[in-house]
């Protein structure tokens, strides 16, 4: 099921560095999220985004900024990564409006920051 | 505020073992509750859900009952099988829309044949 597609898979980059995650859906959802998955974490929300004019902060949007590019596209960017920033990033969408639709998530990059 | 807590893991059985990890959650109002499954190298996925009091949600031999009385979503499957290993992540919803539902930590399920 390739509905969310995340690139890169996979990234080793050094701090510093300016970092883009790309997220595409072809579900035609409005809503889009993205999340850090951390071990023993959970996930933690970063950033979502309601339509192509709305960016909302989660949780830890500290050091991160998004685009809404398109209905279909909603990219994270780490302006100057650092190593506590690696982690497994997901992209997920949902139809929305309401509390009972899950979410739906592509299969995640794995950001190494040395 | 809302949170949630889930039984830590990881939880290792043998196959067609009974299986229950425990959630727990506390949450305003009436929140819709899911667990989502996290198989090796991909992403989450949605397992099963409930909206309402007493609803039983299933999918794939899982269970789990929505108990308002305790606050509460148990996992439950009656034998599990080697295909089931995977990350379990309880998931409350309590705001009126699916901007902010509440992750567990997650539980690392291992069967061994």
């Known amino acids: 099921d390739a509905d969310v597609t995340q690139t890169p898979r996979n990234r080793i980059t050094k701090t510093g560095k300016r970092i883009m995650l790309e997220c595409s859906q072809t579900?035609?959802?409005?809503?889009m999220y993205w999340y850090r998955q951390d071990p023993g974490l959970g996930l933690r929300l970063i950033y979502y985004?309601?339509?192509?004019?709305?960016?909302n902060k989660g949780e830890i949007s500290d050091g991160y900024s998004v685009s809404r590019q398109a209905q279909a596209k909603f990219s994270l960017s780490l302006e100057s990564a650092i190593p506590n920033q690696t982690a497994l990033y997901f992209c997920?969408?949902?139809?929305?409006?309401?509390?009972?639709?899950?979410?739906?998530f592509g299969d995640g990059t794995r950001l190494s920051i040395l | 505020g809302n949170s949630v807590t889930q039984m830590e893991g990881p939880v290792t059985l043998s196959e067609e073992a009974f299986l229950t990890i425990n959630c727990t959650y506390t949450?305003?109002?009436?929140?819709?509750l899911f667990w989502y499954v996290q198989y090796p190298g991909e992403g989450l996925q949605l397992l099963l859900k409930?909206?309402?009091?007493?609803d039983k949600g299933s999918n794939k031999g899982f269970e789990a009952t929505y108990r308002k009385e305790t606050t509460s979503f148990h996992l439950e499957k009656g034998s599990v099988q080697v295909s089931d290993s995977a990350v379990y992540f309880c998931?409350?919803?309590?705001?009126?829309?699916?901007?902010?539902?509440?992750f567990g930590s997650g539980t690392r399920l291992s069967i061994r044949p």
């Open positions: 997920a969408t949902s139809e929305g409006p309401n509390s009972n639709q899950p979410q739906h």
């Open positions: 579900k035609g959802h409005d809503r």
């Open positions: 985004s309601f339509d192509v004019k709305d960016i």
């Open positions: 949450a305003t109002g009436y929140p819709s």
């Open positions: 409930a909206t309402k009091a007493d």
């Open positions: 998931a409350p919803n309590p705001y009126s829309s699916a901007s902010k539902i509440i």
